[in-house]
Structures are given as structure tokens and as C-alpha cells.
């Protein structure tokens, strides 16, 4: 039974360039070099956030300010995308962000999307974003 069900989802996960070999050769995007990232608010929903944050803008997403389940933020990358991250420790991939408002934010493990344009992979320290450089190909 399992046998069919992997062979039914190869064909989709490799339309969407999610299963392995594919996912780790996707190109890196151009990012932003000096972007730092700064807590600027708070909102109940995820509904409520903004569709476009300014650049390095950081939202906390949730019913309680003390313990919110959500990140939002404008990706540092140049495509413009928003990343919505988890840091419910119910769910899976978890985050943990340290910061006070309008503070300095620490952001862990390291943030790793993928987007249309390809894949940004950064770390979040003291505001400060610093990218991930892609492995180098192998010639």
C-alpha cells in the first residue's frame, strides 16, 4: 500500500520541486547585504497582517502578545515575498524569536524558503541578517 502511495506522489512532489535532489538545486536569490530586522508590532490574526511589511519590519501573529503563534515578516531577499513562521511548539518547523519591541531580534534555527524565484536561506542575529551561502557546485 505504501509502495503506491509513494509512486502516486513522485510525479506532483517533483512538479513542485519538493523532493530532495530538486529542492537543494534550486538557485539562490539575490538579497538585500545590510538589512537588519526590527519588532515593530503585534496583530490578533493572521488575517490582519499587512500584505506588504516595509522592508525589515517584523510582526508578532496571535490572540496573546505574551505568546504569540506566529512571525511575519517581508523575506530580506530582493522578490519580495512574506514568510509566515511558527513559534507554537505544537507545530512543526518551530522557530524561537527573542526580541522586546522595538528591540534587536534573534531568530532560531535559521530560516530556509523557498520561493518562486528560488531559495533564501538566512540567520537572524541581533538584527542583523546573515545569509547562507550556497554550496559551492561541484565542476
Do not use: E, Y
Not at 502516486?8 to 538589512?35: K, M, S, Y
Not at 508590532?41 to 497582517?49: E, K, S, T, Y
Not at 522557530?95 to 532560531?108: E, I, P, Y
Request: aromatic share 4%; hydrophobic share 40%.
Amino acid at each position: 500500500m505504501a509502495d503506491v502511495v509513494i509512486r502516486w506522489l513522485q510525479p506532483l512532489l517533483r512538479r513542485l520541486r519538493l523532493d530532495g535532489p530538486l529542492r537543494r538545486n534550486r538557485p539562490a536569490v539575490r538579497h538585500a547585504p545590510t538589512l537588519r530586522l526590527l519588532l515593530t508590532g503585534h496583530v490578533p490574526h493572521a488575517l490582519d497582517v499587512p500584505g506588504r511589511l516595509d522592508q525589515g519590519q517584523v510582526l508578532l501573529v496571535g490572540s496573546k502578545a505574551d505568546r504569540p503563534d506566529w512571525l511575519a515578516l517581508q523575506c530580506p531577499c530582493d522578490t519580495g515575498h512574506q514568510l509566515l513562521l511558527n513559534l507554537s511548539p505544537s507545530r512543526r518547523p518551530l522557530w524561537v524569536v527573542t526580541s522586546d519591541m522595538g528591540t534587536t531580534l534573534h531568530l532560531r534555527p535559521s530560516v530556509d524558503s523557498l520561493s518562486p524565484a528560488g531559495r533564501c536561506h538566512f540567520w537572524v542575529r541581533d538584527g542583523a541578517v546573515s545569509w547562507v551561502q550556497p554550496p559551492a557546485s561541484p565542476d
